[in-house]
């Protein structure tokens, strides 16, 4: 029998949408690259976000701005403390070369953003087809990474590429161990070598990459994991640890701080937080520029959880290798993340950056094992998922626009957290808003009467109102909480004078001097008070020792107590 006009037309027309499909994943890389450009384009026009990039960049141009500084990343701590415990030279590099080509342009450090987080797309993308998957499936669970509202931190925000950077050479190093694994070339075992050394040397968090390597090559190679072959692998990790040991021990000479147990000893009180980030994965509808334990839900995780394992029970996707390997892959990279001191438990949404990527080989499981009709529902379920996060990945990220908007963020989601309230206030303040400055100091101290410094900054607030009263009192409570401060000490002096207790401040004022002889206007106020009081011998000699301190004083302060 001959085919029909019809069934000829309808043949021709499957075809022709089978032929359109593979022309659309024949231009996949493409796909990734245009999506990731055209979202985060916006961020070029991005400032600073007063956590960490200040200090970083803007406040440390004569470092960031020489290529030559380059190796001196390697010998450092990211704030160039010996008693740090942040080693990334990796990261402190990336920011020499972006302020050697840029010239302190933030649209520099940004557009470098953008284009680590698309790099780390492709790479995954490369390593879920290496896996197994299809291109079809392996594309739109790219997409749906690119995309993730979750991850917008370490894009938007410019410290945040730490974690796309790890995720670069993380995901290069596996990348070349299958390579190795499938080709024996050597080549391919010293880029493996290679990208595993660049790893360590961005973020510590790789130190449990041989686990996931050992796994790896126990799932995927037809060799015995303790193999001959295999143990220059062994050598050559080992080889990595000691150097990067060796680098961080002189970079960082850190002589106290907390051992493995005490570390180890924060995952039970930091256990919320990994629900925190599970709940981010499919639900991204908490999310906060600083997100606490304190102010975050469990609920969206628990729920994220069951969904996921409903997903497995529907389709019938049995845990096999490549769903151990993403479940490992999850569990490995978000432990670190558990170990934050409790005092600094800030659990910043970047961190998630290389975890999602476990769950999105965790669910290439499904793609292997699915049916036509099974593979085409996830695939439809990704595709509404990633349309789905677009608007609110464009609203979220414009928390990080500036620093206004990223500390409005700050507070108005971690209510509680003493850090985000007191930095948020010094930032109101330093945008001239006292008012919004003044309301969020107090909040400091209702969470935290005993903060250092926020009682202070209060003070000083009331001081320029000249509200005397208020400033005395808080920077008296500022120095019963911290009686070493300086600042405190000259304030409070300031205070009395401005009240006709001058003889009172003249002592606040030389215990100023005493905790800092280098406070520089303490000087020019003791010679006016003293001259006020006529003690013309103290006036002349605070004069003198202003003078050597680079402070002007008045001719005429000058001539009014010369041969008194």
């Known amino acids: 029998m001959k085919p029909t006009k019809n069934s000829n037309t309808s043949t021709q027309k499957s075809v022709s949408k089978t032929n359109s499909k ?17 979202l985060y384009a916006h961020t070029l026009k991005y400032d600073y976000t007063n956590l960490d990039d200040k200090t970083l960049i803007a406040d440390d141009k004569a470092f960031v701005l020489k290529l030559s500084n380059i190796p001196q990343a390697f010998k450092l701590d990211v704030f160039k403390e010996k008693a740090g415990t942040f080693y990334r030279p990796m990261f402190v590099a990336s920011l020499i070369i972006d302020g050697s080509i840029g010239k302190m342009s933030f649209a520099v450090y940004h557009f470098s953003n953008i284009l ?21 499936s392996s594309l739109l669970l790219t997409l749906f990474f690119v995309v993730h509202p979750a991850l917008v931190q370490a894009v938007a925000w410019i410290p945040g590429r730490n974690d796309s950077l790890l995720a670069i050479f993380v995901l290069s190093s596996f990348i070349m161990l299958m390579n190795y694994i499938q080709s024996k070339k050597i080549i391919h075992f010293i880029l493996h070598f290679l990208f595993f050394i660049l790893a360590l040397f961005t973020k510590e968090t790789a130190i449990v990459l041989p686990i996931l390597y050992l796994l790896m090559i126990k799932l995927f190679s037809k060799e015995k994991l303790f ?8 050598i050559s990790w080992l080889a990595s640890f000691v150097i990067w040991f060796i680098a961080r021990s002189s970079a960082i000479q850190t002589t106290q701080g907390a051992t493995p147990t005490e570390f180890l000893s924060n995952i039970p009180n930091n256990l919320s937080a990994f629900f925190l980030y599970v709940g981010k994965i499919l639900l991204p509808f908490n999310l906060s520029v600083m997100p606490t334990i304190a102010d975050g839900t469990i609920i969206f995780g628990i729920i994220s959880i069951v969904i996921i394992l409903l997903i497995f029970f529907i389709t019938k996707t049995k845990f096999s290798s490549l769903a151990l390997f993403g479940g490992c892959w999850f569990i490995l990279f978000i432990i670190p993340v558990l ?6 438990a800030f659990f910043y949404e970047q961190r998630l950056y290389l975890p999602i990527m476990g769950i999105l080989i965790l669910f290439g499981q499904i793609v292997i094992n699915a049916n036509a009709k099974t593979l085409k529902y996830f695939n439809a379920g990704l595709v509404v998922l990633t349309i789905c996060f ?3 990945n464009i609203i979220y990220s414009n928390n990080f626009s500036n620093k206004i908007s990223f500390w409005d963020n700050a507070i108005a989601t971690s209510p509680n957290s003493v850090y985000a309230n007191k930095i948020g206030a010094s930032v109101y303040y330093l945008d001239n808003n006292p008012e919004k400055a003044e309301k969020y100091y ?3 101290l209702q969470l935290n009467p005993n903060e250092p410094g926020a009682n202070n900054d209060l003070g000083i607030i009331y001081q320029n109102r000249k509200e005397w009263d208020k400033a005395i009192a808080c920077f008296e ?24 207790r001058t003889a009172e401040a003249i002592i606040k004022w030389e215990k100023c001097l005493s905790l800092n002889p280098d406070y520089r206007d ?9 001259a006020e009081l006529k003690n013309f011998e103290r006036a002349r000699y605070y004069a003198d020792e202003a003078a050597k301190h680079g402070v002007e004083v008045p001719k005429d302060f000058l001539k009014a107590i010369e041969g008194k």
């Open 22 to 38: 593979k022309t659309i994943f024949n231009f996949s890389y493409a796909i990734i690259i245009l999506l990731g450009f055209v």
């Open 116 to 136: 680590f987080h698309i790099i780390s797309a492709c790479l995954l993308f490369s390593l879920l087809i290496k896996l197994g998957l299809k291109k079809e």
């Open 227 to 234: 193999s001959k072959s295999n143990s220059l692998f062994f």
């Open 339 to 344: 170990l934050v001191p409790k005092e600094s």
């Open 390 to 392: 677009l608007p609110i």
């Open 442 to 444: 107090l909040k400091t």
């Open 477 to 500: 409570k500022e120095i019963a909480v911290n009686p070493t401060s300086d600042k405190a000490f000259y304030s409070l002096a300031l205070g009395y004078y401005n009240t006709k």
């Open 522 to 530: 303490a000087y020019q106020s003791l010679a006016i008070a003293n």
